[in-house]
């Protein structure tokens, strides 16, 4: 993807996170005094689709994320990329 | 917003509440991530933690579920400070409130996280078990099971254990229907579907945890004989501590007044009646409390002691 080549995205290995199908709450354990991160709707969908294929790289995310909800990558790169940059910076995501 | 897939994720419609810490997330969430953070404590820490109560009844199924106020940890004994104050590093704190005296003695410590919806109950003994602390958790410890919560693995007590601690709590509270109820379920699930090692268990950490007798009702339905473990002192102050539980602290600080020796008994009768603003009970230990605020807190205090002795009268102790 942009700026990351194609990197590997997986969760964190200290993360601690509950969900259901439109909600995720997730926290970096290994920071103390992180503060739980929500996630809701299509940035729950980031989420579930990389707990459920991860460790994959960020190109093959983009792309099951564009077939699942029927739209072409380019509407939707920009901003999972968006997303991924943020819970890359939360300590939630790897890669 | 991500275009296309036509909604919105959080961070983004109410980023600032994340930053400014009023993140909106529901109790059981909180409650879920809660155990993860205590268990992770205990792992980084080296201190045994086992998580009880809440999501770990509810998944043994030892009570129907329901959304519990707090997260529940039972903490070894001997290291309970310093896992106190690895909790502080990670933000929690006291909430304020003075000591007031407990026919039981205190059992846990209330932490709360200004940013978090739910308390933690840091338990260095669980009520009704008369056993020594150490003995206690030793046992709990020693047949513990691991369950995956908020996706991180959370030491808890067996399913057996775990029914102790659910009917010790249900028999606590004698006007309570729910807990009536619930102590009806432990029972249900003893006769009807534990395996005979989960009853050994239950059995075991009753006898071990010196919990029989205050869980005689409980071995009585189910068929088990019980000893007698507890002495006839220890009796009398579980069962004014069970009639009165639910009035608050009103009959304790009536048994404290009258084991005073009487030179020191206006002092105590002070402290029972009287409250001070920096004292009432609050989350936010720089906000001191109004003056109206204050003096509805009193006159409440005063009106549930009332009821609390008027209970104790009655009940002719």
Known sequence: MTGRGCAVVDIAEDVAWTSNERRVVAMDLGSPGATPYVLEASAAAVWHEIAAAGPLPADELLSRLAEGFAVETAQIRGDVESLLTELRARRLLRG | ?317
């Open chain 2, 1 to 317: 917003m991500i275009r296309g897939m036509r909604d919105r994720y959080r961070h983004d419609e109410e980023g600032d509440a994340v930053e400014g810490g009023r993140t909106r997330f529901s109790l059981t969430e909180a409650n879920e991530l809660a155990h993860a953070l205590l268990a992770r404590i205990g792992r980084d820490t080296g201190i045994r933690t086992l998580s009880i109560k809440g999501v770990v009844a509810d998944r043994y199924r030892l009570r129907r579920p329901r959304v519990a106020a707090d997260a529940d940890v039972i903490v070894d004994p001997a290291r309970f400070d310093e896992f106190c104050a690895a909790l502080s590093e990670h933000g929690w704190h006291l909430r304020v409130e003075r000591e007031v005296p407990s026919l039981l003695g205190p059992h846990s410590v209330t932490f709360i996280r200004d940013d978090w919806p739910n308390d933690i109950d840091a338990h260095v003994r669980f009520p009704g078990f008369f056993a020594d602390d150490q003995i206690v958790f030793d046992r709990l410890w020693r047949t513990r099971a691991e369950m995956r919560v908020a996706h991180v693995a959370v030491a808890v007590p067996s399913r057996g254990a775990s029914a102790v601690i659910a009917a010790l709590h249900a028999v606590r509270y004698s006007r309570s229907a729910r807990h009536a109820a619930e102590l009806q379920q432990v029972a249900r699930l003893l006769t009807d579907e534990f395996a005979e090692q989960d009853r050994v268990e239950f059995v075991d950490v009753a006898r071990v945890g010196r919990a029989q007798w205050v869980l005689r009702e409980l071995f009585e339905r189910i068929g088990e004989p019980y000893e007698v473990d507890v002495d006839a002192q220890r009796q009398k102050l579980w069962n004014t501590n069970r009639a009165t539980v639910e009035d608050g602290a009103a009959v304790s600080w009536l048994t404290q007044l009258r084991s005073t020796p009487w030179h020191r008994k206006p002092a105590v009768l002070g402290r029972a009646l009287w409250i001070s603003r920096a004292d009432i009970p609050r989350n936010d230990p720089n906000r001191l409390p109004t003056v109206r605020e204050a003096w509805a807190h009193r006159i409440l205090r005063w009106k549930r002691g009332a009821i609390a002795l008027r209970h104790y009268a009655r009940s002719g102790r």
